[in-house]
């Protein structure tokens, strides 16, 4: 048998046969191959947890109250892929007997100065704030959390050793706390610089690049200010009042519990 000329090229008849016979078990079984690929894309791209986003940066605020701590924190995601990704996260908040879950939070998407986008809708999954981003090619976004936490006693921490959950160290983290006048600090486990005063605060502060916390944040304070708890109804109404969470946000109020770490 001579060779059988594909684009001029001579094949022999039991290749071309056995070619034959593969591409036709493949055009049968396109169906299955196309919708297991769907399958395996949907389960990469919209599950949000095999994804490029990368965690960099994060700036946190926290203030000091009488009977509760006030966090504001901006962080940074970029997606490092040539290809959309999804991100799904969970919030842990600082939970314990003295630290009662936060009764208010708020979360929405950012500019880098802190100015709200719009709000980041997000559920409750096994105790967690959970929420979704998309995002274009190479695109960043900052997201921005606010929190208000009871607290039972003088001290408080924030969460930073879940940024080995990223297995890469954070480019930059900026860390402030502000105390009112009255109060004096007195402990934190990360050194703090004290800047100068903003009335009527008290501000310190840390930073650091490449940074890849092995413990949390944890800080305390001194000094005759009342700290007895406000009610949940205080806590909303000054919050409103004040506008102690970023403008353009509202507050979203949880029973007590509801939100676990």
């Given at each position: ?18 070619v034959r ?97 719009r709000q ?33 006693v003088p ?107």
């Open positions: 048998m001579e060779p059988i000329r594909i684009l001029g090229f001579g094949v022999p008849p039991k290749i071309y046969m056995t016979s593969l591409g036709r078990w493949f055009a049968r079984g396109a169906d299955l191959w196309l919708a297991g690929g769907l399958i395996v894309f949907g389960v990469y791209f919209f599950s949000g947890y095999f994804t490029s986003v990368l965690f960099d940066r994060e700036r946190i605020e926290i203030r000091v109250e009488p009977g509760r701590i006030i966090v504001a924190g901006l962080y940074h995601y970029l997606n490092s892929s040539r290809l959309p990704a999804v991100l799904s996260l969970r919030v842990p908040f600082p939970v314990d007997g003295e630290h009662p879950p936060p009764g208010i939070y708020t979360l929405s998407e950012a500019r880098a100065d802190g100015r709200v986008l980041i809708r997000s559920v409750d999954r096994d105790g967690k704030v959970a929420f979704r981003l998309i995002f274009r090619p190479g695109e960043g976004k900052w997201v921005r959390l606010s929190y208000v936490q009871p607290t039972r001290n408080g921490r924030y969460i930073l050793k879940t940024t080995r959950a990223w297995r890469h160290p954070l480019a930059q983290g900026e860390y402030v706390l502000r105390l009112p006048r009255e109060l004096e600090l007195a402990f934190s486990n990360y050194p703090l610089a004290l800047t100068p005063p903003a009335r009527p605060w008290k501000v310190y502060g840390f930073s650091a690049v490449n940074f890849w916390p092995d413990r949390d944040w944890e800080f305390s304070w001194g000094g005759h200010a009342a700290m007895a708890q406000p009610s949940s109804k205080e806590v909303v109404c000054e919050a409103q009042r004040t506008r102690r969470l970023p403008a353009g946000m509202v507050p979203i109020v949880r029973p007590a519990g509801s939100i676990r770490q």
